[in-house]
T-cell receptor, first 112, second 115 residues
Framework: KAGVTQTPRYLIKTRGQQVTLSCSPISGHRSVSWYQQTPGQGLQFLFEYFSETQRNKGNFPGRFSGRQFSNSRSEMNVSTLELGDSALYLC???????????FGSGTRLTVV | AQSVAQPEDQVNVAEGNPLTVKCTYSVSGNPYLFWYVQYPNRGLQFLLKYITGDNLVKGSYGFEAEFNKSQTSFHLKKPSALVSDSALYFCAVRDRDTGRRALTFGSGTRLQVQP
């Protein structure tokens, strides 16, 4: 079966711009979570969506937002980009119960 | 609050020797525990998980981990290391008893297997 698909794989943006990243979960998975990975802070939880509702949110500023569509695909948006937003953004999907999480290959965002 | 500690930034082992990557955790309730591996410029690849039951968990590629509740540890092990095991390994925890589904990750341990 197809895995978690994240698009695009790479992005270069300028400070002050906004960006939208996309994640298509495994078919049948209703939970999508987003994580930010940086060399300095490691892997940090951004937010989780289940059936189009945000269930959990990490400790990130309001510039980071997300949404989930009825087909479980999710997008995250970062507005007013800062240099520190440069990171690998990972999406993970799960069935929504106590099972594991399957991660996508990530989107590498570079802010210049 | 939940946390994970991976005390070693790097572990070096010779090919064919056993390997151990250490992980200790802290949660207020009962844990779900996970190990993931990351290769360069890739996402996280699932290795194994502990949900409940048998303390010894067997996973992908010959890896296993032992859940020790009294020591709050979940060390990753493999009897015979391969050069292809060289990668970055992450331990993660989630509290089973809360509604919060966020994973908390350790800082990662780089495993280097020498031929």
């Amino acid at each position: 079966k197809a895995g978690v698909t994240q698009t695009p794989r790479y992005l270069i943006k300028t400070r002050g711009q906004q960006v939208t990243l996309s994640c298509s979960p495994i078919s049948g998975h209703r939970s999508v979570s987003w994580y930010q990975q940086t060399p300095g802070q490691g892997l940090q939880f951004l937010f989780e969506y289940f059936s189009e509702t945000q269930r959990n949110k990490g400790n990130f500023p309001g510039r980071f937002s997300g949404r989930q569509f009825s087909n479980s695909r999710s997008e995250m948006n970062v507005s007013t980009l800062e240099l520190g937003d440069s990171a690998l953004y990972l999406c993970a999907s799960s069935l929504g119960s106590g099972g594991g999480y399957t991660f996508g290959s990530g989107t590498r965002l570079t802010v210049v | 609050a939940q946390s994970v500690a991976q005390p070693e930034d790097q572990v070096n082992v010779a090919e064919g020797n056993p390997l151990t990557v250490k992980c200790t955790y802290s949660v207020s309730g009962n844990p779900y525990l996970f190990w993931y591996v990351q290769y360069p410029n890739r996402g996280l690849q699932f290795l194994l998980k502990y949900i409940t039951g048998d303390n010894l968990v067997k996973g992908s590629y010959g890896f296993e981990a032992e859940f020790n509740k009294s020591q709050t540890s979940f060390h990753l092990k493999k009897p015979s290391a391969l050069v292809s095991d060289s990668a970055l390994y992450f331990c993660a925890v989630r509290d089973r008893d809360t509604g919060r589904r966020a994973l908390t990750f350790g800082s990662g341990t780089r495993l280097q297997v020498q031929p």
